[in-house]
């Protein structure tokens, strides 16, 4: 088997053994990259000369008997709104093209020293404001699985580039469900701890109250094993909790019969594709059949959750975004007529058409005599979200349903399926609950991946992780298909 089609956990336990060499693999990974990449597109950054000198160098320590460390020269692919110091990081935008960070993000930091290797930065839709990975002002990311539709978005570019092993793992950002869609749609494993979890110092934000770190993997392990290294409290990070991170890897130990699903009615609405829902319903079996206890229940105000999301992340993205001016960052447009004609041509100039739609709109929102009327009304009905699911936690541990309603859609279908796509994930962002995205199936015919997705209480991420990874190894020969990667790179 080629190295780069390893699992995280495969990988440290046969580096740890000394079986293969860190070289090695990210030199697969490379010859990979360059047989698909010109095809699926996953990347905007390829960090070859810096990822080879220091997986020797990982080598070399390993070869004198040095300490390994717990990442011991994983390689690993990183969203390009996350910081990292002296490699450009543009949030797929052209305000940002020629902007490298003086500093690391602290989970870049944290990767670093547990020995982590960065592959390369990964596309994604501009400012993570997107569904499907085509708003990036560089270009578009392919689906592995059919690279006629998209993979999800907005962090398009690591579902991809893990689905087509063109990294072992990789970094995301979910505002309102950029790792679950993308893990959905590339079919493999995306987790989005409890906000405050994971510090988001360094991370170029969308709309804070929303946006948290995730992470996209092959399997629910290896997610975990990330977990372990990149969770909990950092000082640069106000938002960042002080709660105790466990071994997550641990939590993969036990079984679910203790376990109570709660299956909100709302997640198989009309809207839901019936290839999904046959799946999702399948994988709801295998969960009866391990021994957890399923029942229906239900989040009364879930209908309300994307009109809520786009009010406030709006908002927050026309306030996070002001800081893009041509002063300190990335582009500025010359030939100007005084500072404020600078910013002016720079912005516009900067941004594409979905960041300033977003800006103007959540400008008018804040503006005086609108903020009453959408962004506190908003913030109202987050709160009643927010009580659906404390109410429905009351009497169950996890709640299941679909990652999205829909299939992956083909490249170009519009924004009627991105606001589809977002419906049933956008729901936890607004409450902060920890939630994660397991394949469970493919649609006949066509053999496109779908997503189950898992949500828990706060900080009860064990009980997610111990939920997928019992119902990973039921579908253990679903997941053993990978995406067929013959195809020929698409002309220019
Ligand atoms: N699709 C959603 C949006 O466009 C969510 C994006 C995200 O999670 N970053 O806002």
């Not at 000082?235 to 130990?253: G, K």
């Amino acid at each position: 088997m080629p190295l780069n089609e390893l699992k995280v956990v495969d990988y440290l336990e046969m580096v740890k053994e000394r079986k293969i060499s860190v070289e090695q693999v990210v030199k697969d990974i490379f010859s990979q990259i360059d047989k698909v990449e010109p095809t699926v597109k996953a990347y905007l950054y390829l960090n070859k000369e810096g990822a080879l000198s220091e997986a020797r160098e990982m080598d070399r320590r390993i070869k004198e008997g040095q300490r390994i460390p717990p990442l011991a020269g994983l390689p690993i692919a990183i969203k390009d709104n996350v910081c990292t110091q002296g490699i450009e990081t543009t949030c797929a935008s052209r305000i940002l093209k020629g902007f490298i960070p003086p500093y690391d993000a602290t989970i870049v930091k944290k990767i670093k020293e547990a020995g982590g290797i960065i592959i390369g930065k990964t596309n994604l839709d501009e400012f993570a404001m997107g569904a499907s990975t085509e708003n990036s002002a560089f270009h578009a990311t392919f689906n592995p699985w059919d690279i006629t539709r998209v993979p999800g978005g907005s962090s398009g570019g690591s579902g991809a580039a893990v689905a087509a092993d063109e990294t072992l793992i990789a970094l995301g950002t979910d505002t309102g469900g950029s790792v679950r869609l993308p893990a959905s749609f590339c079919g493999i494993c995306g987790i989005k701890p409890t906000y405050g979890r994971i510090s988001r110092y360094g991370v170029i934000s969308y709309a804070s109250s929303l946006d948290h770190v995730g992470i996209l993997s092959k399997s629910i392990k290896d997610g975990a094993q990330l977990m372990n290294i990149i969770c909990g409290y950092d000082s640069h990070d106000s938002t960042s909790s002080e709660v105790t991170v466990p071994n997550f890897l641990l939590s993969c130990r036990e079984g679910i019969n203790d376990l109570k699903f709660g299956i909100p009615c709302e997640f198989f609405s009309s809207e839901v594709d019936c290839r999904v829902r046959e799946r999702v319903k399948g994988a709801i079996e295998k969960i009866s059949n391990l021994g957890g206890k399923v029942e229906e229940t239900s989040l009364h105000h879930l209908e309300y959750a994307v009109p809520t999301y786009r009010l406030i992340a709006f908002a927050e993205a026309s306030s996070s975004l002001a800081r893009f001016d041509g002063v300190q960052y990335g582009l500025r447009i010359d030939n100007n007529d005084d500072l404020e004609d600078m910013y002016l041509k720079t912005r516009g100039k900067g941004f594409g058409t979905e960041v300033l739609q977003r800006i103007i709109m959540g400008t008018y929102i804040l503006s005086e005599g609108n903020y009453e009327d959408y962004y506190l009304k908003a913030q109202k009905v987050r709160a009643l979200i927010k009580e659906d699911f404390d109410h429905a936690f009351k009497k169950f541990d996890l709640l299941v349903g679909p990652t999205s309603p829909i299939l992956p859609f083909k490249i170009g279908a519009g924004k009627k399926d991105t606001l589809l796509a977002d419906a049933y994930t956008v729901p936890g962002n607004l409450a902060g609950l920890p939630s994660l995205s397991l394949n469970c199936g493919f649609s006949k015919n066509d053999n496109l991946p779908i997503g189950l997705q898992i949500i828990g209480r706060v900080f009860e991420e064990e009980k997610i992780l111990r939920a997928a990874y019992n119902l990973e190894v039921a579908l253990e020969e679903v997941n053993k298909i990978r995406p067929n990667l013959s195809f020929n790179p698409i002309p220019n």
